[in-house]
């Protein structure tokens, strides 16, 4: 049998950087103590007793959910993947002959996120961080929805009557209670059917940083939470959106506002649009084709919810957003100076 040496776990790291391992970037570039003052309220409990295991540190926990988000994982398949992938314990701090969290302290980790209601928290640190190194929102702003399919429910049409108004059907035993998500809904698009939330955000034109977000169930339509996403900190009033998002009143609201629409127009019943509207679309297109390459990157590797209910879900949704702003933080960090800096300062 062939020893270790002495510099093979090093040698295995360089090798790594060469292939283009993105994590070591996302681990330098993020500021992680930041969110140790937001995570330390999940454990602001007092210990019933010193025996046993101390609990794993929260920022390790959080950079595991960020893995888990970044490559679509579920809790069983992040815990084999930490034990198996070199990269994976070194974004983590880990050695290879390390304790790893198991997929029972990842899930627990989570739901106590999800009970403290720390997403929106986590995420707008991280964007602070952003901005503080320079790369405030700049030249407008591009407001879209994705879907975010989960787990198809097998109910019938008076239990999905039920479900709707509101109800829970009576003969649900606990467990299958538990089992139902009565919170994911139907929807259309391109004639195909889904079942989930849907993923809203407002993308800043510049730097394709997602600036706000916010999630709802797939039913819901696009255009119900635009107010919600405004980003008024954009140092530009446009306002670029699909035809979805697009009325009269809206053009005049936002206008009142203070800011200018570029939402694609659509024509109406009996009067389509002609041949310079659809150009004006067109020149639209290619400004809100940057929220697509955000949509795009953050289903790389799928974006699916494995878990029950809303609140769940939304975590689920807000830590794929701010999964993607790491990303993409550590790419404009190494390629885009903002205004007024450079290299090396």
Not at 51 to 70: C, E, H, I, N, Y
Not at 241 to 246: K, V
Request: with cysteine; charged share 30%; glycine share 8%.
């Amino acid at each position: 049998m062939i020893q270790p040496g002495f510099f093979d776990l090093s040698n295995r790291y360089d090798k790594l950087d060469k292939l283009g391992d993105p994590l070591p970037k996302i681990a330098a570039v993020v500021d992680w103590e930041s969110f140790r003052p937001i995570l330390e309220t999940i454990r602001q409990k007092p210990r019933k007793s010193n025996a046993g295991r101390s609990p794993f540190d929260a920022v390790m926990m959080l950079k595991t959910l960020v893995l888990q988000s970044l490559y679509n994982l579920s809790d069983d398949q992040v815990e084999f993947q930490i034990r198996d992938r070199y990269s994976f314990q070194r974004f983590l701090g880990l050695t290879p002959e390390g304790v790893v969290p198991d997929a029972k302290t990842v899930w627990v980790f989570r739901e106590e996120l999800k009970r403290h209601v720390l997403i929106d928290k986590l995420f707008y640190q991280l964007n602070h961080q952003i901005e503080s190194a320079g790369y405030v929102p700049r030249k407008g702003q591009i407001i879209d929805a994705s879907i975010v399919e989960a787990p198809r429910q097998r109910n019938s049409r008076d239990e999905n009557d039920r479900i709707k108004s509101g109800q829970t059907p009576d003969d649900w035993s606990e467990p299958k209670r538990r089992q139902k998500d009565v919170d994911a809904r139907w929807t259309k698009k391109h004639g195909n059917n889904y079942y989930g939330y849907k993923n809203h955000i407002s993308v800043d034109r510049e730097h394709k940083l997602i600036r706000h977000w916010s999630s709802t169930p797939a039913s819901v339509h696009d255009s119900q939470v635009f107010y919600e996403l405004l980003d008024d900190g954009n140092t530009s009033g446009d306002v670029w959106a699909d035809s979805a998002y697009w009325s009269g009143g809206r053009e005049a609201e936002l206008e009142e506002l203070g800011y200018r629409s570029r939402i694609h127009r659509k024509g109406v019943r009996g009067k389509p649009l002609d041949g310079r509207g659809d150009a004006a679309n067109r020149k639209r297109s290619s400004v809100r084709a940057r929220v697509e390459h955000v949509f795009g990157q953050q289903s790389w590797f799928g974006v699916y919810i494995r878990t029950i209910g809303w609140a769940r879900a939304r975590l689920k949704i807000g830590m794929t957003n701010l999964a993607y702003n790491m990303r993409r933080f550590a790419w404009l960090s190494a390629h885009v100076h903002p205004p007024g800096r450079w290299a090396g300062c």
